[in-house]
């Protein structure tokens, strides 16, 4: 998603620990985890750098659905949503020159109804396996999707316009001038 924007950036994995307190309200873990990865990227980076860090699950009914452990766990997901409006949540954290921002940015999704064949091609597919909810809106996961309502890059999993915005208002970043680098952490296995 940065490609998108222009910026000069390195993508770093993070060995952050990412799990959480159950219980614990949606926004608040994807802030937190967001943030832990951007702080362990940072540790090692060093302090001269703007690190962003993101993290994305969705929720529904209660629950939130992070990446499926297996095909059982992506087809008892993916039903979950059938028919169903959920929330996908996005953390969204900065890390640099000794200080540290984060937010989350939610979107609301409803699904159509999904039949067992739609689940099962799916998951064959295997595109649901490291997306959290066990779908990707930008991919073949947006054949599902009847209507979104938010911002789009949420979903997806790094909510740019208030990346823009953070950038610039804490960070004195501009996104459209030329000759900035920023890092980029993520989990080995991600897109950054």
């Known amino acids: 998603m940065l490609d998108m924007t222009g910026i000069k950036y390195t993508a770093i994995p993070s060995d952050a620990d990412e799990s959480f307190t159950p219980g614990t309200p949606p926004d608040e873990v994807v802030c937190m985890l967001a943030l832990r990865k951007a702080e362990s990227v940072a540790e090692s980076y060093g302090k001269d750098a703007v690190v962003i860090g993101s993290d994305t699950i969705v929720y529904c009914n209660g629950e939130i659905l992070g990446k499926p452990k297996d095909r059982e766990d992506a087809a008892r997901m993916l039903r979950m949503l059938s028919g169903r409006e959920h929330m996908v949540y996005s953390g969204l954290a900065l890390v640099g020159f000794n200080k540290k921002v984060s937010e989350a940015c939610g979107t609301s999704v409803l699904f159509r109804m999904l039949s067992d064949s739609d689940i099962e091609n799916y998951i064959e597919s295997t595109e649901p396996m490291?997306?959290?909810?066990?779908?990707?809106?930008?991919?073949?996961?947006?054949?599902?999707?009847?209507?979104?309502?938010?911002?789009?890059n949420t979903v997806v999993g790094m909510p740019l316009c208030r990346l823009g915005i953070l950038l610039n208002s804490e960070f004195g970043y501009d996104i459209l001038s030329e000759g900035n680098k920023l890092v980029n952490a993520h989990t080995p296995g991600e897109k950054a």
């Open 130 to 152: 490291d997306k959290a909810g066990a779908y990707a809106i930008q991919e073949k996961g947006g054949l599902f999707v009847e209507r979104i309502d938010g911002d789009f």
